[in-house]
């Protein structure tokens, strides 16, 4: 049996992932009217369409800042895109927000964009100190390295800001937040570098 899919409900979705009317038709109609299976399954074109974009040159964008309602918390992003015509758009806009809110509110604050960007000395203190805990002092040498590993590994995820969980909706990560807008607005789009101030940190 075939479900009928409203108009209603194609511009409910559309306006809740930014995907055009054909796509938010197609997925409802491939998840029988499912709201939620239909946003997976447009997410899931978003990954792929931004995958097939991600060699290509990003020499526009934008530097956007954000200052925290508390005044205590700043924060600074670079977002490159292709054109400038995508840089000066809301939606561009709304992206460059959406990140600066993120590195402004997520705990633990990010260190680097990606895991490989995660300074090695930071990684080795966090081993020392995990190495070390009274958890571990009476397990043997091997166990210790395999829970320690897979304690790091986690740690890592954790400060890289691609792979932290987008403080908006925590179903997604920063990186599935980029690749959506990506999707949605056809370019390229790469976080070049941030910064994060805060009062009382050095």
Do not use: W
């Not at 998840?31 to 995958?51: F, V, Y």
């Not at 990010?110 to 090695?120: A, C, D, M």
């Not at 203190?125 to 009274?134: A, D, H, M, P, T």
């Not at 925590?170 to 790469?190: H, Y």
């Amino acid at each position: 049996m075939t479900t009928t899919i409203s108009a209603k409900a194609v511009f409910a979705l559309r306006a809740q992932t930014g995907a055009g009317m054909m796509d938010c038709k197609k997925a409802l109609t491939e998840s029988g009217g499912d709201e939620q299976k239909a946003m997976e399954l447009l997410r899931q074109k978003g990954i792929k369409t931004a995958d097939k974009k991600a060699d290509r040159s990003t020499s526009e964008g934008r530097v956007f800042s954000y200052i925290h309602h508390n005044q205590r918390v700043g924060v600074m992003v670079q977002i490159a895109c292709e054109t400038d015509f995508v840089s000066r758009g809301d939606d561009f806009e709304a992206l460059c927000s959406d990140i600066c809110m993120h590195i402004a509110a997520t705990v633990p604050s990010p260190v680097s964009i990606s895991i490989g960007e995660v300074p090695s000395e930071l990684i080795e203190e966090e081993r020392r100190i995990l190495l070390g805990s009274e958890d571990m002092a009476n397990k043997p040498d091997e166990i210790k390295e395999k829970i320690v590993d897979g304690r790091i590994d986690k740690f890592i995820k954790e400060r890289a800001l691609l792979e932290q969980e987008f403080v908006k909706d925590p179903s997604m990560t920063v990186a599935d937040r980029l690749k959506a807008s990506i999707a949605k607005l056809g370019e390229n789009m790469k976080i070049v570098k941030f910064a994060r101030f805060e009062l009382g940190s050095e």
